[in-house]
């Protein structure tokens, strides 16, 4: 069994178009996190959880169901956010020039991976 | 007797009336027939001529939009509004699902966002797969080679088809993937003619002149599985190979060519086919490519094969269609393979005894 900061380096490391990820939970706990740029790293985790309500929030008022994934395309970079369980969610912050898609499939993997792998942090 | 006379010019008569009437009948409808005839051969032939402009036009439409946006690296589908519906979609990759080699198919676009339905889990991470095939299709096109078709096999046999689609789903790329066995061209070809409909497909340059004309040899004199390069050169030969390029992720150790690309050409080729199936592979995070196939629009294929031990090594071979068969391709990779796994097993074989011999050469200088 893997546990999410393992998962979290076979996505991240090696890999030109993320230059962050982030497994954190409802409550603010960082669960995994690998970065190559820490500022980005730490609004990122600021940002989480109240990005997190809010996505929760509209998808349940505009009749979406439960958030799955989400991808916000910037004008430089984008990211993607998916959720794991209820609980914990993936952030994935890419380079800019990275591929959206890449992006959201590589946050959609690794929530898929630790659902597996169950509660392992 | 004049009774006999009369009645018999009567019949006469009446004869010879019923021949001219036939006789005239029948030269009128011949007449009618030669006028028919002509007036279909003027129809044939302006049906034709229409045809013929329709032809053309629809190439100058083709020509123009690839020569018009090319240079500005728009994506058709950025530009014109004819753009396939979310459910056209579906019905292209409704003709994939379920066949038995298919295990997943999706139609995606360049950022690598999925256009049709992701019911099953990889389906994200296949659409992912068009994101670096575009840019791979970019590399190449901007080195004069412009790929129709990519076939990726992993470690672990999973095969995948990429294919870009053309007409009003140009743009966009169909990925399927099938394990075990690679999905049926056939099937492939099928939802690509479904997709490019009426329109015809964008014309691509063939083997462009940068792809021919250079026969040269170049090897790293450090770096790399040196005693491989002469054997490299002998199978080239015999398998009419039109070029070879061995190197891993940081340099090019050997590149050849006979009637192929220049040198610098087969060096960018070989980076951008590396570096695509790097990101394939850590897409698709299996256990690491095999081979990936690029089908070029002339007909010959760019293959580049894994060769796997420490270096990480990979080998790009360049074919004509019909020159040479994959399974001599297959034949010299698999040979260089095994000669590099011998080399290893010999050089972890001697480490230790090395390691011995000098710890023990070491101890009787310092005794």
């Not at chain 2, 946006?69 to 990759?93: I, T, Y």
């Not at chain 2, 329109?199 to 083997?207: D, Q």
């Not at chain 2, 005693?227 to 070879?244: C, G, I, Q, S």
Request: charged share 25%; proline share 4%; with cysteine.
């Amino acid at each position: 069994m893997l546990n999410a900061n393992r998962l979290a380096q076979i996505v991240a490391r090696g890999n030109p178009d993320v230059i962050g990820l982030l497994v954190v939970d409802a409550d603010g706990k960082v669960h995994a996190s690998d970065s190559t740029s820490p500022e980005v790293m730490r609004a990122a985790i600021a940002m989480a959880v109240p990005l997190r309500d809010l996505i929760d929030r509209t998808a349940a008022e505009l009749g979406c169901g439960e958030h799955s994934a989400t991808l916000v395309e910037g004008r430089e970079a984008s990211f993607a956010i998916a959720d794991v369980d209820g609980f914990r969610c993936v952030l994935v912050i890419g380079a800019s020039g990275a591929a959206p898609g890449s992006l959201r499939a590589d946050s959609l993997w690794l929530a898929a991976r630790l659902r597996d792998e169950g509660g392992a942090s | 007797m004049i009774d006999w006379f009369l009645i018999a010019s009567a019949s006469a008569s009446v004869v010879s009336g019923a021949i001219a009437w036939t006789v005239a009948g029948r030269r009128a409808h011949a007449r009618a027939e030669r006028a028919c005839d002509a007036k279909l051969a003027v129809a044939t032939s302006a049906r034709e001529e229409a045809d013929r402009r329709a032809l053309t036009l629809d190439h100058e439409v083709a020509y123009w939009r690839a020569t018009s946006l090319a240079p500005r690296e728009l994506a058709p589908a950025a530009v014109f509004h004819d753009r396939m519906a979310a459910s056209e979609h579906e019905v292209l990759v409704a003709l994939l699902r379920g066949l038995c080699l298919v295990d997943t198919a999706v139609i995606a676009d360049a950022t690598g966002l999925s256009r049709t339905r992701e019911g099953e889990g990889e389906a994200s991470s296949l659409a992912a797969l068009a994101a670096p095939f575009d840019r791979l299709q970019s590399a190449l096109e901007r080195l004069g080679l412009a790929v129709a078709e990519a076939r990726l096999e992993t470690l672990d046999t999973t095969h995948v088809t990429i294919r870009p689609l053309g007409g009003r789903a140009r743009g966009t790329f169909l990925v399927a993937k099938g394990s075990s066995l690679p999905v049926n061209p056939l099937a492939v070809d099928a939802v690509a003619h479904s997709a490019a409909g009426k329109t015809l497909p964008t014309p691509l340059p063939r083997l462009v002149a940068g792809w021919r004309g250079s026969s040269d040899k170049r090897r790293a004199s450090n770096g790399g599985p040196i005693e491989f390069f002469d054997d490299l050169e002998r199978e080239m030969d015999r398998a009419n190979l039109r070029a070879a390029v061995l190197g891993d992720v940081a340099a090019v150790y050997f590149s050849a060519a006979e009637d192929g690309p220049s040198a610098d050409v087969r060096a960018s080729a070989f980076m951008a086919m590396n570096a695509f199936q790097e990101r394939a592979a850590q897409t698709l995070r299996g256990a690491g490519m095999a081979r990936v196939d690029l089908v070029v629009a002339s007909g010959g294929v760019l293959r580049w094969s894994a060769l796997p031990g420490a270096r990480n090594l990979g080998l790009v071979l360049l074919a004509d269609d019909g020159a040479t068969s994959p399974a001599w391709m297959e034949r010299l990779s698999g040979r260089l393979r095994r000669g590099l796994d011998a080399s290893a097993a010999r050089a972890s074989s001697s480490g230790p005894a090395l390691e011995r011999a000098t710890a023990s050469s070491v101890g009787r200088s310092a005794r």
